[in-house]
């Protein structure tokens, strides 16, 4: 009777972790939102919409781990399931997060959907998107330009608007510049290792868009890192997919310099010597343990897209 009594001790506590996640909390993940349901047998049902479709998956308690899950499809819905590559989940609440992660077979984290705050969809994909893009450049005739929020600057005096485009509420990377003559029109800004280049694209009838002859090139002059964001938000979003393999490999290091770290392949070392916010520590011992919750995550996203390049990907 005792050995009985623990074992549904420990069902039951392991049960209630999962009501962390409650029902009618929100999931963001890219432009997209989740809805929770808790269902009678404690499996938790998550459901969202994409352009008229209805997207739904199915979270059931791992007993045997705590906070972990096996996600399938939900049976009780016509919703397409996006995450049939990624069959294990774990909850993670810690730092002020509220997460869910998502693993492959091997182990591997594919994506994260955030439930430690709740907004538009679009909206939350919009501004990690400014974060990424924002801070001062040097275009091509010298001069310096600063994208601010909405706003670029130019010799410090707001001369121009921008407005980011979405399709089918995802965020594209194209900017609609109103001033700054040689910058007015639709622009595709694709970041770079040395900062942005801006495609000049046109929208067909179907709202697609297509890159034109133009094109631009601005340089990153901040003090602070190049991707220096990838510090601080969560890079569920994807939108940094179009850079190409080598560039990924220096953003996801970049995480590791800001913290001092010493590296041993020659190419990294060589780049972030020459970077002027670099100060490398004497050893990196307990730099792991020194990295944020969003710092050690975004590692593992970035590696896992580094992962699956296999050329340059185009404009939508």
Same mark, same amino acid.
């Given at each position: 009777?005792?050995?009985?009594?623990?074992?549904?001790?420990?069902?039951?506590?392991?049960?209630?972790?999962?009501q962390d996640i409650k029902s009618g909390s929100k999931w963001n993940i890219s432009n997209l939102v989740y809805e929770a349901k808790i269902n009678t047998d404690k499996t938790i049902t998550f459901t969202a919409m994409a352009e008229g479709e209805e997207l739904a998956f199915r979270l059931t308690p791992n007993y045997?781990?705590?906070?972990?899950?096996?996600?399938?499809?939900?049976?009780?819905?016509?919703?397409?399931?996006?995450?049939?590559?990624?069959?294990?989940?774990?909850?993670?609440?810690?730092?002020?997060?509220?997460?869910?992660?998502?693993?492959?077979?091997?182990?591997?984290?594919?994506?994260?959907?955030?439930?430690?705050?709740?907004?538009?969809?679009?909206?939350?994909?919009?501004?990690?998107?400014?974060?990424?893009?924002?801070?001062?450049?040097?275009?091509?005739?010298?001069? *310096? =330009?600063? &994208?601010?929020?909405?706003? /670029?600057?130019? %010799?410090?005096?707001?001369?121009?608007?921008?407005?980011?485009? #979405?399709?089918?509420?995802?965020?594209?990377?194209?900017?609609?510049?109103?001033?700054?003559?040689?910058?007015?029109?639709?622009?595709?800004?694709?970041?770079?290792?040395?900062?942005?280049?801006?495609?000049?694209?046109?929208?067909?009838?179907?709202?697609?868009?297509?890159?034109?002859?133009?094109?631009?090139?601005?340089?990153?002059?901040?003090?602070?890192?190049?991707?220096?964001?990838?510090?601080?938000?969560?890079?569920?979003?994807?939108?940094?997919?179009?850079?190409?393999?080598? *560039? =990924?490999? &220096?953003?996801?290091?970049? /995480?590791?310099? %800001?913290?001092?770290?010493?590296?041993?392949?020659?190419?990294? #070392?060589?780049?972030?010597?020459?970077?002027?916010?670099?100060?490398?520590?004497?050893?990196?011992?307990?730099?792991?343990?020194?990295?944020?919750?969003?710092?050690?995550?975004?590692?593992?996203?970035?590696?896992?897209?580094?992962?699956?390049?296999?050329?340059?990907?185009?404009?939508?």
């Open positions: 009777m005792k050995k009985i009594f623990i074992m549904m001790f420990t069902l039951v506590s392991l049960t209630a972790s999962a045997s781990k705590k906070n972990e899950f096996v996600l399938s499809e939900e049976l009780n819905a016509d919703g397409f399931n996006p995450f049939s590559k990624t069959p294990r989940a774990k909850y993670i609440e810690k730092e002020g997060w509220k997460l869910i992660c998502l693993y492959d077979q091997k182990g591997n984290l594919h994506n994260v959907l955030d439930g430690s705050f709740f907004g538009e969809g679009e909206k939350v994909a919009m501004g990690k998107w400014m974060e990424q893009i924002m801070g001062k450049y040097v275009d091509g005739y010298g001069d *310096t =330009l600063e &994208i601010g929020h909405e706003v /670029i600057y130019e %010799k410090g005096v707001a001369r121009a608007e921008y407005k980011n485009i #979405a399709f089918n509420g995802t965020v594209t990377g194209v900017l609609s510049i109103n001033g700054l003559t040689d910058l007015e029109g639709m622009w595709e800004a694709v970041q770079t290792l040395d900062g942005l280049t801006l495609y000049e694209v046109e929208q067909d009838e179907y709202g697609m868009f297509k890159r034109k002859d133009q094109k631009k090139t601005l340089s990153w002059v901040n003090s602070e890192p190049r991707f220096g964001y990838a510090n601080r938000i969560l890079l569920n979003d994807k939108l940094f997919q179009k850079m190409p393999k080598s *560039t =990924l490999r &220096i953003m996801r290091n970049s /995480i590791l310099a %800001k913290h001092g770290y010493m590296f041993s392949s020659r190419d990294l #070392a060589d780049y972030f010597a020459s970077q002027p916010w670099f100060s490398p520590r004497p050893s990196n011992d307990g730099i792991n343990d020194e990295l944020s919750l969003v710092e050690s995550l975004n590692i593992e996203l970035i590696k896992q897209i580094e992962g699956n390049k296999s050329g340059e990907k185009r404009l939508l």
